[in-house]
């Protein structure tokens, strides 16, 4: 399974940026599917993730309300829609999948995308 990101880039604080992420190799609907992020000197953390039908969607507490992610299956293809970017939305991005729900770790997650960077200026 191969996890291709994209959609980063520069921003100011208060735009808006939509990440995609393209499966290939297997079809996406056998995983849930998972954002994360890595600030500049710091670890990688959970941002959002999304069931096998799309219907269920945890978000960390840090994006709730201002980053949505959605999927269709159809198309192997997830997207991060960020909106009312902030300076600490900073990070590389990258999508993840996993063949169970409710995972939030990294060390859970199987396959990896590339990562695409988003900075956000103030």
């Known amino acids: 399974v191969q996890l291709q990101a994209s959609g980063g880039g520069l921003m100011q604080a208060g735009g808006s940026l939509r990440l995609s992420c393209v499966v290939s190799?297997?079809?996406?609907?056998?995983?849930?599917m998972g954002w994360f992020r890595q600030p500049p000197e710091k670890e990688r953390e959970f941002v959002a993730a999304?069931?096998?039908?799309?219907?269920?969607?945890p978000y960390a507490a840090s994006v709730k309300g201002r980053f949505t992610i959605s999927r269709d299956n159809a198309k192997n293809t997830v997207w991060l829609q960020m909106n009312s970017l902030e300076p600490d939305d900073t990070a590389v991005y990258y999508c993840?999948?996993?063949?169970?729900?409710?995972?939030?770790?990294?060390?859970?997650?199987?396959?990896w995308g590339q990562g695409t960077l988003v900075t956000v200026s103030s």
């Open positions: 993840a999948a996993t063949t169970y729900f409710g995972h939030t770790l990294v060390r859970e997650y199987d396959y």
């Open positions: 190799g297997r079809t996406s609907s056998t995983y849930v």
């Open positions: 999304i069931s096998w039908g799309g219907g269920s969607t």
